[in-house]
């Protein structure tokens, strides 16, 4: 069975603390996915990679990085936390065909920042 | 930039009656797809039906259906003999070629709130 996990369901941090979001897919795909889920705001793509040590900026990159050291797993990095990125994140994976497939999401991870 | 549009940010249906969901998305490209996404209040997303623009006749997955209009740029998600396991939020997403070439990227809309009362 397809399989996206993320590390935490949820996390309280402080302002300005450095924070590490994991996520990891046991479907070897190549394209990987993090976004940010408001209400009201639907889902915002904050960086995707599609391959190892390759990424993209998405919709909303500002004040966030990413790492892909390995194909199975998607770090999303705050850098210094701000309350302003309190959210749900969610993690997403896909094949990368020449055809869009389906994006598998992981439970997400709430975050507070305080 | 692609827009998906759902006007609707709340519904509910009675059990085993039908509900459609509205989506509209605005776009210059031919070549495009479309999405149904759903997320139960446990959170994981999930896929719930996809649609080829290029393709004439409308997607069909069980109860679930669409009513694709590429003339109005409309795509609804019709559900049919509602159960309590479609409460949900509902996504409409939207994806094409220029979306970031081979990976492509989605553009989500802001979501429907489907309440299913007993």
């Known amino acids: 069975d397809v399989k996206v996990t993320q590390s935490s369901r949820y996390l309280v941090k402080r302002t300005g603390e450095k924070v590490f979001l994991e996520c990891v897919q046991d479907?070897?795909?190549?394209?990987m996915f993090w976004y940010r889920q408001d209400p009201g705001l639907g889902l915002r793509l904050i960086y995707f990679?599609?391959?190892?040590?390759?990424?993209e900026k998405g919709d909303i990159p500002e004040g966030y990085s990413v790492s892909r050291e390995k194909k199975e797993r998607f770090s999303l990095i705050l850098e210094s936390a701000s309350t302003n990125q309190t959210s749900m994140y969610l993690c997403?994976?896909?094949?990368?065909?020449?055809?869009?497939?389906?994006?598998?999401f992981g439970p997400g991870t709430r975050l507070t920042v305080l | 930039a692609q827009t998906v549009t759902q006007s609707q940010p709340e519904m509910s249906v009675q059990e085993a009656e039908t509900v459609t969901l509205s989506c509209t998305y605005d776009t210059s490209e031919s070549d495009y797809y479309l999405f149904w996404y759903k997320q139960p209040p446990s959170r994981q997303m999930i896929l719930v039906i996809r649609q080829e623009a290029y393709k004439q006749q409308n997607a069909t997955e069980n109860r679930f259906s669409v009513n694709f209009q590429k003339a109005a740029k409309s795509f609804s998600l019709k559900i049919s003999d509602s159960q309590l396991g479609d409460a949900a939020m509902y996504f409409c997403a939207y994806t094409s070629p220029t979306s970031g070439g081979s990976n492509y990227k989605l553009t989500f809309g802001k979501g429907t709130l489907l309440t299913v009362n007993p």
């Open positions: 479907m070897d795909h190549e394209n």
């Open positions: 997403a994976s896909s094949r990368r065909t020449s055809l869009p497939v389906e994006q598998f």
């Open positions: 990679s599609y391959d190892v040590k390759m990424k």
